[in-house]
C-alpha cells in the first residue's frame, strides 16, 4: 500500500500571512498520463471534509483562488498566500493511484 | 443541487452487521461512483471502497475485503454499505462520497454525506 506522510501535523498560523502543508508519498503518484493522483481536503471543526485540490494542481468548483497545490512524483505541497479565519481544520493529502490512502492529517489552527 | 443524504445514527453490539445508507440527488447517480470513508472519532480518514452505480462493480481496501459488502439500487438512487462482525474499533463516522472518473483520472470527492456514525457497544 502507499503510505503518505504530511508535516507538520500541527501548524499555528497568522490571519494574512501565507502557509503551506507538505504531503509525502512513498510511491510516485505520477500516472503515465503525465498527472499526479493526489487530492487535497480541508474538514472544518465539525463538517465532513471537502475537496480543495483535485490531481495535485487543479483548485475543485468553488475553492478560493488563495489556495493552490503543486508538486510531482512523491512530494507535494499544498499553499495559502493568505490564511484567512475560516481556514482553520484538519488538512489531508490523498493519493488515487494504488487504491485510496490519505496522510495523517495537518491540523490548522490560528496562533 | 447535489445532495447526498445518509441514514441516521446506529447503536450496535459486538459481532453484530450494520446497513449504511445514502440517497443521492441532483445529478445522475449512475454516473459517478460513490465511495465510503470512516472516521473513528478523532482519527484520520480511512477509505473502505467504491461501488461503481451504473454497473454494481465493486473494490473494497484489503483491510476490509470479506466484511464489507456495498450495493446500489439505481430505480431510488441509494447506496448502501453493510459491515459485518463488527467490533468495538469499528466505532466510527461513515462517510459516503462521490467520484467522477473523467478520462485524465478520478476528479476528487466532490460531494460528501453528512456521515452516519455507527457505534458498537456492549
Known amino acids: 500500500d502507499i503510505v503518505m506522510t504530511q508535516s507538520p501535523l500541527s501548524l499555528p498560523v497568522i490571519p494574512g500571512e501565507p502557509a503551506s502543508i507538505s504531503c509525502s508519498s512513498s510511491?510516485?503518484?505520477?500516472?503515465?498520463?503525465?498527472?499526479?493522483?493526489l487530492d487535497w481536503y480541508l474538514q472544518k471543526p465539525g463538517q465532513s471534509p471537502q475537496l480543495l485540490i483535485y490531481?495535485?494542481?487543479n483548485r475543485a468548483s468553488g475553492v478560493p483562488d488563495r489556495f493552490s497545490g503543486s508538486g510531482s512524483g512523491t512530494e507535494f505541497t499544498l499553499r495559502i498566500s493568505r490564511v484567512e479565519a475560516e481556514d482553520v481544520g484538519i488538512y489531508y493529502c490523498?493519493?488515487?493511484?494504488?487504491?485510496?490512502?490519505f496522510g495523517p492529517g495537518t491540523k490548522v489552527e490560528i496562533k | 443541487q447535489v445532495q447526498l443524504v445518509q441514514s441516521g445514527a446506529e447503536v450496535k453490539k459486538p459481532g453484530a452487521s450494520v446497513k449504511v445508507s445514502c440517497k443521492a440527488s441532483?445529478?445522475?447517480?449512475?454516473?459517478?461512483?460513490m465511495h465510503w470513508v470512516r472516521q473513528a472519532p478523532g482519527q484520520g480518514l480511512e477509505w473502505v471502497g467504491w461501488?461503481?452505480?451504473?454497473?454494481?462493480?465493486?473494490n473494497y481496501a484489503r483491510k476490509f475485503k470479506g466484511r464489507v459488502t456495498m450495493t446500489r439500487d439505481t430505480s431510488i438512487s441509494t447506496a448502501y454499505m453493510e459491515l459485518n462482525s463488527l467490533g468495538s474499533d469499528d466505532t466510527a463516522v461513515f462517510y459516503c462520497?462521490?467520484?467522477?472518473?473523467?478520462?485524465?483520472?478520478?476528479?476528487?470527492?466532490?460531494?460528501w454525506g453528512q456521515g452516519t456514525l455507527v457505534t458498537v457497544s456492549s
Open positions: 462520497v462521490r467520484t467522477y472518473f473523467d478520462t485524465i483520472g478520478p476528479l476528487g470527492f466532490d460531494y
Open positions: 441532483g445529478y445522475t447517480f449512475t454516473g459517478y461512483y
Open positions: 461501488i461503481d452505480p451504473n454497473s454494481g462493480g465493486t
Open positions: 510511491q510516485s503518484l505520477l500516472h503515465i498520463n503525465g498527472y499526479n493522483f
Open positions: 490531481l495535485a494542481s
Open positions: 490523498m493519493q488515487t493511484l494504488q487504491g485510496i490512502t
